[in-house]
Antibody, heavy 124, light 113 residues
Framework: QVQLQESGPGLVKPSETLSLICSVSGGSVTNDNYYWSWIRQSPGKGLEWIASIYHSGTTSYNPSLKSRVTMSVDKSKDQFSLKLSSVTAADTAVFYC????????????????WGQGTLVTVSS | DIVMTQSPDSLAVSLGERATVNCKSSQSVLYNSNNKNYLAWYQQKSGQPPKLLIYWASTRESGVPDRFSGSGSGTDFTLTISSLQAEDVAVYYCQQYYSSPPTFGGGTKVEIK
């Protein structure tokens, strides 16, 4: 079955760029039925959607983070990635990648398969 | 953004008893054109990622036991566990996909009394 696995540094310095990769196994990021997303979870802010991408490269970003976020997809490796720039301690969270259902009529997403998550701490 | 508010923050229920989690959205998530509520429920066990339980407010995801049910419409929704099992101890979240950005409730922790 399809599995997602996050990877990347667990510690990032303030003002630097957080970079994460999600590897999809047992399936393909080119599946026409799904978008691929990043969601974070912190004690202070709960679950927060960050961004989503389709295999065509079409992206959707949370307006609250849009100025700092970049998502990309690598179809040859069945991976998608997240870059979050100018991080602060407030960005410390568990970051999840997830497979997403997209609802065209509402531009909304639900999340039907999640990776195990990776803790990223922002600290000097 | 649509704000999702859950209540209670936590509840303790005896094994085999009913557990009820409430979720309220700051605006309706009912799409008039198709009469569907754009509302999902997730279960998150300790140390695990969230798992999709219910979508369209009342449709169980494949493999989800039928003791889990969702109800409600518009702005008020309920997740019911009809007969609580030990493996149901978790935090439960609602999420709206009526508009972007998708937003989650703060979670309700369900424990065994």
């Amino acid at each position: 079955q399809v599995q997602l696995q996050e990877s990347g540094p667990g510690l990032v310095k303030p003002s630097e760029t957080l970079s994460l990769i999600c590897s999809v196994s047992g399936g393909s990021v080119t599946n026409d039925n799904y978008y691929w997303s990043w969601i974070r979870q912190s004690p202070g802010k709960g679950l927060e959607w960050i961004a989503s991408i389709y295999h065509s490269g079409t992206t959707s970003y949370n307006p609250s983070l849009k100025s700092r976020v970049t998502m990309s997809v690598d179809k040859s490796k069945d991976q998608f990635s997240l870059k979050l720039s100018s991080v602060t301690a407030a960005d410390t969270a568990v970051f999840y990648c997830a497979r997403s259902r997209y609802y065209y009529e509402s531009s909304g997403f639900s999340f039907d398969l999640w990776g195990q998550g990776t803790l990223v701490t922002v600290s000097s | 953004d649509i704000v999702m508010t859950q209540s209670p923050d936590s509840l303790a229920v005896s094994l085999g008893e009913r557990a009820t989690v409430n979720c309220k959205s700051s605006q309706s998530v009912l799409y008039n054109s198709n009469n569907k509520n754009y509302l999902a429920w997730y279960q998150q066990k300790s140390g695990q990622p969230p798992k999709l339980l219910i979508y369209w407010a009342s449709t169980r995801e494949s493999g989800v036991p039928d003791r889990f049910s969702g109800s409600g419409s518009g702005t008020d929704f309920t997740l019911t566990i009809s007969s609580l099992q030990a493996e149901d101890v978790a935090v439960y979240y609602c999420q709206q996909y009526y508009s972007s950005p998708p937003t989650f409730g703060g979670g309700t922790k369900v424990e065994i009394k």
